[in-house]
């Protein structure tokens, strides 16, 4: 179904390690608004939708989240590559390090990882929808925060190239909604689930 290019979808090329920056910018891998659970939530919620169009959205933004996860990983590794035990102290790494030495490891800025509660898959296209509309809009403010906080431009140029993604996530869960609505036989969004009760 899926073919692997051997490149991340924009480069990361850090020269300068930052483990006070990597603390922060790995919440996009296991936070709760982080790629991980994007990946996980539309590729798990694509298979309620009635719509063999809306599907695809799902599959295809799911997917590219999945490259997110390995842009977001080469971030964070290459901010902790070759740290000095004096480094990881000073800049509030020291009890990651102590779990994960400078290992990937999904959790949020404050050390808490990766959960599946912190998404949902309704089985119902309108809810979830609404809910992927929420979770770009989340992963936009969670990279303009980070945006406030880097100021290396090895480091910025990636996190701007993710941060403009999420607005392109959002336009098309914005269009897979639309779609979604518009092949109802009612205009009653809310009054039943169209992935569940088939009205005659």
Not at 78 to 96: C, H, I, M, P, S
Not at 170 to 183: D, K, M, P, V
Request: proline share 5%; net charge negative.
């Amino acid at each position: 179904m899926w073919q692997y290019d051997k490149k991340l979808a924009f480069p990361v090329k850090i020269k300068c390690t930052n483990p006070a920056l990597a603390k922060l910018i790995i919440t996009q891998l296991g936070g709760p608004d982080g790629e991980a659970g994007a990946a996980l939530r539309y590729l798990s919620q694509r298979y309620s939708m009635p719509n063999a169009k809306v599907k695809a959205v799902l599959t295809d933004i799911g997917t590219e989240e999945l490259a997110h996860i390995e842009m977001v990983s080469a971030i964070v590794s290459q901010l902790t590559r070759n740290l000095k035990v004096e480094d990881l102290a000073k800049g509030g790494f020291d009890a990651y390090y102590v779990d994960h030495t400078t290992g990937v490891y999904p959790v949020d800025a404050t050390g808490n990882p990766f959960t599946a509660a912190t998404f949902q898959s309704t089985g119902d296209p309108i809810a979830d929808l609404h809910e992927d509309l929420a979770a770009e809009q989340k992963a936009r403010l969670t990279y303009d925060n980070i945006l406030r906080l880097a100021d290396d431009p090895d480091v910025r140029e990636p996190i701007k190239f993710l941060r403009a993604r999420e607005l392109v996530h959002f336009q098309r869960f914005g269009e897979a909604l639309r779609i979604t609505q518009e092949s109802l036989d009612s205009k009653n969004f809310y009054a039943y689930n169209p992935a569940f009760d088939k009205r005659k």
